[in-house]
């Protein structure tokens, strides 16, 4: 009886599924997102706490007229309108209390108008 070669199973080799579902799992996640109103005289939340060393995204507007959001301590002064957000990257280097205040004269409790940020390990 003479042998029969079997044709070759052509097949599955040389597919690879290559997965590309590393947006869930990425190295640098996207910034926290912190979203801060103010309104004369105040801004809210009036405190918040961030870790030394992450990125931040600080969402800002303002409920009536312009403000603004500066601490001293990173250097940072953006502004604050009604009817806009604008969006800011922090990413603090020392850790504290830090005072946040306003940069834009906006009426009789302007220099009342402060939060608190404290930065943790
Ligand atoms: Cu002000």
């Known amino acids: 009886m003479k042998s029969r070669k079997l044709p070759a199973v052509c097949g599955l080799a040389g597919i690879f599924l290559v997965a590309t579902t590393l947006s869930s799992r990425a190295q640098d996640p996207e910034?926290?997102?912190?979203e801060i109103r103010a309104k004369k005289f105040a801004y809210e939340p009036a405190e918040i706490t961030l870790h030394k060393g992450e990125t931040y995204k600080l969402h800002l507007t303002?409920?009536?007229a312009p403000h603004s959001l500066r601490i001293n301590a990173f250097n940072l002064n953006a502004?604050?309108?009604a009817g806009e957000f604008n969006d800011v990257l922090l990413t603090p280097d020392q850790v504290g209390d830090f005072k946040a205040d306003c940069g834009v004269y906006c009426g009789a409790g302007h220099k009342t108008m402060s939060?608190?940020?404290h930065v943790i390990q």
């Open 31 to 34: 910034p926290k997102v912190i």
């Open 62 to 64: 303002s409920e009536d």
């Open 79 to 81: 502004k604050m309108k």
């Open 115 to 117: 939060m608190t940020v």
